[in-house]
Nanobody
């Protein structure tokens, strides 16, 4: 069992930055690939970024490449999403998710989810 709690969301102007954090509790954080997803009103949940168990491999959606960076600290059971050059279309609820012994872009593959944190980017 893994519990995930996101933090760091908020309101920011276009071009600004935010850093999201996800704190994990429970056993064996390093056994999980971690992902960030987002969901805007009226839209399906979409993949943003993911990182494998060791942190050696990362994956990003084309829409955020070069702007968002995912990282993890297995000693502190945390995963972060650094978001730069934010755009109004980045506005969504952002979710952290854990995938046991794997990592991918399909939200259906993930085993545990946080409650989400709102990110709003004003133009």
């Amino acid at each position: 069992q893994v519990q995930l709690v996101e933090s760091g969301g908020g309101l920011v102007q276009a071009g600004g930055s935010l850093r999201l954090s996800c704190a994990a509790s429970g056993r064996s954080f390093s056994s999980y690939g971690m992902g960030w997803f987002r969901q805007a009103p009226g839209k399906e949940r979409e993949f943003v970024a993911a990182i494998n168990r060791s942190g050696g491999n990362t994956y990003s959606a084309d829409s955020v490449k070069g702007r968002f960076t995912i990282s993890r600290d297995n000693a502190k059971n945390t995963v972060h999403l650094q978001m730069n050059s934010l755009k109004p279309e980045d506005t969504a609820v952002y979710y952290c998710a854990a995938d046991y012994y794997s990592v991918g872009v399909n939200p259906n593959e993930y085993d545990y989810w946080g409650q989400g944190t709102q990110v709003t980017v004003s133009s």
